[in-house]
């Protein structure tokens, strides 16, 4: 159905000379206003805008508004939940933090880098970033009150781990990032994606680890060895360490099969990992028990909602017309700007993932015309997009403050708001400067 057709039947539905593109645009901009200040899940603001404008704005047909739904970014989703919360429920993924802490023994000043390090290894893999942030945040912060390290270099150090491995081409910003690169018919940027943004947020852990005592941390003498329980977060020698169960080296087998499976064979990530869930619960149900409700649905919710409500805004040619007008602006220089800091200030607040499939495809049109580099924006706006979940507004930050000591909450809250302006402020103009001027001279 042409654009003109759409708004006569906006028109005639709603009355005046109403524009179905900017009702849409203004629909979204009030979704992202309520969940910032509701706690009402966007996912379902935006399925209930879709009924506004897909049926009563356009004249869509149920079946046509969830042929936009994404059932392979659903399924992906909840497969790789799934798993990992069987991987954490049968300690997996704690025997593996506690082997990668282990390596460190008596160098303190190496645990920042374990927990970045695991983090990025965590989302590279399929972990969702909160989910990641969720498992490693209490061993980063009680090892941070231990060892007299900085508890907001330590936060700071597991968000952007699980930032730089979160645009591999398995995980789940991944698998958004380039399902719309190839939806749009853009050149494939896959693994450029991914190393620039486990770049950009490795710069930023290393003036993090110079800035909040690093140096002071390489300067002091080694102390006794650390050994400790992820699990309770107390000393090895008073828990003993944490034991791989028969499960649970056959779920770090499977873990690696899915890895193997989707890089080396190209294998659906979400089919796979659903086959390698299944095959865990069926060798020890009781084991399983409760990782389903661990899923997180209301991620889930969230992301598919959102992505539905920007289908059916395409259907209506605004994510169109919003292309032609950054286009006017005479400089894509500039508007690849604008784009990156939408992404850094709407996703301080609001979920990184969902936003995303929001305003990737508004840079499209532009991006189409080759005057820029595609793969140097969208990294830009990637990079800006997800770099700003250290706010405590966002899932990742409202995690670390959480799973701070109680005396030094407060402190740690404040110090994270004033960290996430900064981010916010100074991202996208570096990140437009390293990825995106480059191409254009």
């Known amino acids: 159905m042409p654009g ?3 708004d006569d039947i906006c028109r005639e ?4 000379r109403v524009s179905i593109q900017l009702l849409s645009i203004v629909l979204l901009v009030v979704i992202f206003l309520i969940a910032t200040v509701l706690p009402i899940n966007m996912g379902a603001l935006a399925l209930a805008a879709t009924f506004f404008i897909g049926v009563l704005g356009l004249g869509l047909s149920a079946r046509e508004i969830f042929a936009g739904f994404p059932g392979d970014l659903f399924v992906t989703l909840v497969a790789v939940t799934y798993l990992f919360a069987i991987a954490q429920k049968n300690g997996a993924v704690d025997w593996l933090v506690e082997r990668a802490v282990l390596l460190v023994r008596g160098h303190v000043m190496a645990i920042p880098w374990v927990m970045f390090f695991v983090a990025a290894a965590l989302t590279a893999f399929g972990a969702l970033s909160p989910a990641a942030v969720a498992i490693l945040a209490p061993v980063a912060l009680t090892f941070a009150a231990r060892h007299r390290i900085s508890p907001l270099m330590m936060g700071l150090m597991v968000i952007h781990g699980t930032a730089a491995g979160g645009f591999s081409p398995i995980s789940v910003w991944g698998g958004i990032v380039n399902g719309l690169v190839a939806k749009a018919g853009l050149a494939s940027g896959a693994n450029q994606i991914f190393l620039a943004s486990l770049a950009f947020n490795f710069a930023i852990a290393v003036i993090l680890f110079v800035a909040f005592g690093g140096l002071r941390l390489a300067r002091a003498a080694a102390g006794p060895p650390i050994e400790t329980s992820p699990a309770t977060g107390a000393a090895a020698s008073e828990t003993g360490p944490v034991a791989l169960s028969a499960h649970g080296a056959v779920t770090l087998a499977g ?16 089919l796979l990992a659903m086959v390698v869930a299944i095959g865990l619960s069926l060798m020890a ?14 991620t889930v919710l969230l992301i598919c909602g959102v992505v539905t409500y920007v289908e059916v805004m395409q259907a209506a040619g605004t994510v169109t017309q919003i292309g032609a007008a950054i286009s006017t602006l005479g400089s894509p220089l500039i ?6 800091f939408t992404g ?3 996703s301080a607040f609001a979920s990184s993932t969902a ?7 508004l840079a499209v049109p532009f991006l189409l015309q080759g005057r820029v580099s595609p793969v140097g924006v969208i990294a830009a706006i990637a990079i800006c997009t997800t770099i700003v979940d250290t706010s405590p507004f966002s899932t990742n930050g409202a995690l670390v403050v959480a799973n701070a000591p109680e005396e030094g909450r407060e402190k740690l809250l404040r110090q994270l708001l004033l960290y996430s302006g900064v981010i916010v402020a100074v991202g996208p103009i570096v990140a437009w400067l390293v990825l995106i001027v480059p191409g254009w001279i």
Not at 285 to 298: L, R
Not at 335 to 340: E, G, K, T
Not at 355 to 361: H, R, V
């Open 255 to 270: 873990i690696l099969a899915l890895g193997v499976g989707a890089i080396a064979f190209d294998l659906n990530v979400g």
């Open 285 to 298: 149900p009781g084991a399983q028990k409760g990782a389903i409700e661990k899923v997180s649905w209301s």
């Open 355 to 361: 936003l995303l499939g929001a305003i990737i495809p």
């Open 4 to 6: 003109g057709d759409h």
């Open 13 to 16: 539905r709603f009355g005046g």
């Open 344 to 346: 850094a200030i709407v």
């Open 335 to 340: 508007a690849a700007l604008l784009l990156c």
